[in-house]
């Protein structure tokens, strides 16, 4: 798809364009079609390899207005997009319907199954840090120490803190094997999957330096064995799991992902509002702020934070 067509989705806030002199009328004027792909090329800047053509004029909901749809056609796909234009022609607006009676933050929310993941925080918060984590990923790391230390130092009990799964595979070769030992530990305890994490985003570069997957991989079970014996876990069951792999949490935390659209690590979700990639620690304290306060809560730092030991949960 052409850059050009996705920057036109991304679009999305009203537009006027005003239009040449043109005819009236319901019916469309022989030239109006022609004038409203001149204008939609050009502001748009589509290039001449996608064709735009535009509908019939249908009443609409907005008076003295008929609606038509625009079709992007590149060929391989094509998008459809409503636009008005005045029953003059003179005006064309693309404008973007809301629902208001839906919250965006809380439709996002309800997308993201928290069942089981170990939460650091505390579980009853009402402020819900969801991370979407690569453990290879250097930026992951950053965020981790962010939230780990930051976010938890400041708000305490306030906010809960949960890791969801979106290893970027195509570039970093051990992060899915890194998930499913995550997720081995977590299946017995959340302390030694917090452990786990704390441990890897440290060591990232050790992990990866110069050496074969399958050492690469060996390592990353040793550490999970390593922590396995230091939370006392099931030794047994935790080999078997090592062993085998299962990746049924991994690839529906993934598929999860996707269909909230992303395809970047780290990204964070603080009570449903999106947060992509890394920000400056200033403007990441302002949104939990404003969540804190969208729950009726008391904003800005605390002193003290939890201990790591009565900090990890079991979310619900």
């Not at 390592?219 to 047994?236: H, P, S, V």
């Amino acid at each position: 798809m052409n850059n050009s067509l996705f920057n036109f989705i991304k679009r999305s806030f009203a537009l006027l364009l005003v239009l040449s002199t043109g005819c009236a009328a319901q019916s469309a004027p022989p030239d109006l079609n022609r004038r409203i792909e001149r204008q939609v090329r050009a502001y748009y800047n589509v290039p001449p390899d996608i064709k735009i053509s535009v509908s019939a004029p249908k009443a609409s909901d907005f008076p003295n207005y008929d609606a038509v749809v625009i079709t992007f056609d590149t060929g391989q796909r094509k998008e459809d997009k409503e636009f008005l234009v005045s029953r003059d022609g003179q005006t064309l607006v693309r404008m973007t319907k809301f629902d208001l009676s839906k919250d965006p933050y809380v439709k996002n929310m309800e997308k993201i199954d928290l069942a089981g993941r170990p939460v650091r925080g505390s579980k009853s918060a009402r402020v819900t840090i969801v991370n979407y984590d690569d453990f290879q990923c250097p930026y992951c790391a950053r965020m981790h120490e962010t939230l780990t230390g930051d976010i938890l130092k400041t708000y305490g009990d306030r906010v809960k803190i949960v890791y969801k799964d979106f290893p970027l595979s195509q570039i970093h070769q051990w992060a899915e094997h890194a998930a499913n030992d995550a997720n081995c530990l977590a299946a017995q305890s959340s302390d030694a999957y917090w452990a786990f994490a704390d441990y890897v985003h440290a060591n990232q570069k050790t992990i990866t330096e110069p050496r074969a997957l399958d050492v690469q991989r060996k390592e990353l079970d040793r550490i999970t064995l390593e922590q396995g014996n230091k939370f006392n876990l099931q030794t047994a069951a935790l080999e078997s799991c090592i062993k085998e792999q299962p990746d049924k949490v991994l690839r529906a935390s993934v598929a999860e992902a996707s269909s909230l659209g992303l395809d970047a690590t780290p990204t964070l979700f603080v009570n449903g509002y999106r947060v992509d990639g890394i920000l400056p620690s200033a403007e990441l304290h302002a949104i939990i702020d404003q969540a804190l306060r969208d729950a009726g809560q008391n904003s800005g730092s605390i002193s003290g934070a939890p201990s790591q030991s009565n900090s990890s949960a079991a979310a619900h």
